[in-house]
Antibody, heavy 117, light 108 residues
């Protein structure tokens, strides 16, 4: 079946980086984009950016432009999101989602990233 | 940036009743509007895209309508599994694609 499986929970110190993976299966990986969305505890959904799995083109939210890098590895059908210079307010669940014309039709299970000293 | 505003913040509904959720965009997003359902501890699930097209496997009791700046998600007869938080999202203009703040549908 079509699914996205994300890497496990992370605990990081302020100033560190985190790299979350999102492995796709059940569909042709490079036919869709991947979007990353985060959700702080008790809060709503926040769009971070998108990457084309076809050619690697990216589009990031301005808020994260200087700190985020999204990549894909088509040989393993895996997308990655790296966030640098972590702060306590980056504590959130990070989701990847398959993107179909801007709508997110398949979601990963989420990865909890905790930033704490 | 397009701001999406959902109302009400919380909707109290009895099982079997109709629920009507609203989403307003700060400028026209045409029909590039999606709705998602999220239950506690779970990832969101796509319900509606293109403002009115149900996603695969979504029951017919969920319907979406609207275009431009005003949109509605209607749940015709609430089932116990429908109590959740619902988000709208525009994908007409980016970056960023933006979400509303959510409407929580709770049991009355």
């Amino acid at each position: 079946q079509v699914q996205l499986v994300q890497s496990g929970a992370e605990v990081k110190k302020p100033g560190a980086s985190v790299k979350v993976s999102c492995k796709a299966s059940g569909y042709t990986f490079n036919s869709y984009g991947i979007t990353w969305v985060r959700q702080a505890p008790g809060q709503g959904l926040e769009w971070m950016g998108w990457i084309s799995a076809y050619n690697g083109n990216t589009n990031y939210a301005q808020k994260f432009q200087d700190r985020v890098t999204m990549t894909t590895d088509t040989s393993t059908s895996t997308a990655y999101m790296e966030l640098r210079s972590l702060r306590s307010d980056d504590t959130a669940v990070y989701y990847c989602a398959r993107t179909y014309y801007g709508a997110f039709d398949i979601w990963g299970q989420g990865t909890m990233v905790t930033v704490s000293s | 940036e397009i701001v999406m505003t959902q109302s009400p913040a919380t909707l109290s509904v009895s099982p079997g009743e109709r629920a009507t959720l609203s989403c307003r965009a700060s400028q026209s997003v045409s029909s590039s509007l999606a709705w998602y359902q999220q239950k506690p501890g779970q990832a969101p699930r796509l319900l509606i895209y293109g403002a009115s097209t149900r996603a695969t496997g979504i029951p017919a009791r969920f319907s979406g309508s609207g275009s431009g700046t005003e949109f509605t998600l209607t749940i015709s007869s609430l089932q116990s599994e429908d109590f959740a938080v619902y988000y709208c999202q525009q994908y007409n203009n980016w970056p960023p694609w933006t979400f509303g703040q959510g409407t929580k549908v709770e049991i009355k």
